[in-house]
């Protein structure tokens, strides 16, 4: 009798045991923060304690980043993703990786000519700190509760665009998800479709900060988001998000939230439902206003986002007949036009009324 007594003792012991590992389990909550650093990306993923850092905005955004990732307790990096090396999504890097410990960095591979670029290498170097290149297929190991996806860049990396070789990531948590296309465009878009199966996302993270060479309805057809977020500047100069994008986005019946709107933007999960919580903050400190919160599990039609108009800005900028970019003269890529399909643009405005979008290599506005 008392064998039997102990035996069932210990089977009730090892049943409760179970279940408040399982309880604690499900009640972790992943937390994505998308941080308002005007024009530029800089995205916060929590969980269980761990901290990875996606982009960090332009180098006047550095020391806000690192305001905002210490006052969210992240005193230490387990991953940063530079999603690709242009200043408005490493720049704000180079403040963290000086301040912050920051255990490993996940580049798309591609180089850079700009002094930001050597001096974000620099810092890898001098902190040793372990440096890997995003591939295609790869899994990120973060916690066995959470998976992590690389979706591109592919293998061989599109010619001439640092854009378009963005790191994206797809991360999910059991029923939510969260895709970040960095400032990936619609040749990425493609790549992707073509080989993955499953794109369908709770959350987007728009690419290039709503510009109108990215987000193509096939794309979104295939991602079906309930929240759009789109980080953005107000006011830029690239007229950004564009209103052919906000009229894709819309057209989807999802929630779409703005960094230049709403400031600061979070998401948290328990890998079942989610809240998003918006608040402006000061650029200056770390206090906040007043946040407001929207519970959801499905989102209802959104309201129409307004745009924001592109500055004209007089050139001469010049393009291909075969392709859709405009480009400064004296950029690399514009130097590769054959004569025979040279354009003129006599400013940025004439080459967006034909149909040309700025060039990812040397930002034309």
């Keep these: 009798?008392?064998?039997?007594?102990?035996?069932?003792?210990?089977?009730?012991?090892?049943?409760?045991?179970?279940?408040?590992?399982?309880?604690?389990?499900?009640?972790?909550?992943?937390?994505?923060?998308?941080?308002?650093?005007?024009?530029?990306?800089?995205?916060?993923?929590?969980?269980?304690?761990?901290n990875v850092l996606i982009d960090g905005g332009t180098q006047d955004a550095g020391p806000r980043v690192e305001s905002y990732l210490r006052s969210h307790g992240a005193t230490s990096l387990d991953l940063v993703v530079a999603s690709h090396p242009h200043d408005d999504h490493i720049g704000g890097l180079i403040t963290i990786l000086n301040d912050i410990p920051v255990k490993q960095i996940l580049d798309s591979g591609q180089t850079h000519t700009t002094q930001t670029f050597e001096n974000y290498l620099n810092l890898i170097d001098q902190k040793n700190i372990l440096f890997s290149t995003a591939e295609r297929g790869q899994t990120i190991d973060l916690d066995p509760a959470i998976k992590i996806e690389v979706l591109s860049p592919p293998a061989t990396l599109f010619s001439d665009d640092l854009n378009q070789n963005s790191i994206v990531l797809k991360v999910t948590y059991n029923k939510v998800s969260f895709l970040f296309m960095g400032d990936a465009g619609f040749e990425a878009e493609d790549s992707i479709m073509a080989v993955e199966s499953d794109l369908k996302s709770t959350v987007l993270k728009v690419g290039h900060h709503g510009s109108s060479s990215s987000t193509g309805s096939a794309f979104l057809s295939k991602v079906r988001p309930e929240v759009e977020v789109i980080e953005v500047g107000a006011g830029n100069d690239y007229g950004h998000p564009t209103q052919k994008t906000l009229s894709a986005l819309q057209s989807t019946s999802s929630k779409v939230y703005r960094t230049d709107t709403n400031g600061n933007i979070e998401v948290t999960t328990d890998g079942q439902s989610y809240t998003v919580t918006t608040g402006k903050q000061s650029w200056s400190t770390t206090s906040t206003a007043p946040k407001s919160t929207v519970s959801a599990v499905a989102w209802p039609a959104t309201a129409a986002a307004s745009s924001t108009t592109a500055t004209v800005s007089q050139g001469p900028f010049v393009g291909s007949s075969k392709s859709d970019k405009y480009h400064y003269p004296s950029c690399s890529a514009a130097k590769r036009i054959k004569p025979a399909n040279l354009v003129t643009f006599s400013s940025s405005a004439d080459a967006r009324a034909q149909g040309y979008v700025p060039c990812g290599i040397c930002h034309p506005p």
Excluded: W
Aim: aromatic letters at 10%; charged letters at 15%.
């Design 1 to 50: 009798m008392k064998n039997y007594n102990l035996k069932r003792l210990l089977q009730v012991a090892f049943l409760a045991f179970l279940l408040v590992a399982v309880s604690a389990s499900a009640s972790e909550n992943l937390t994505v923060h998308f941080i308002d650093v005007g024009q530029g990306d800089s995205e916060l993923l929590q969980f269980a304690g761990k």
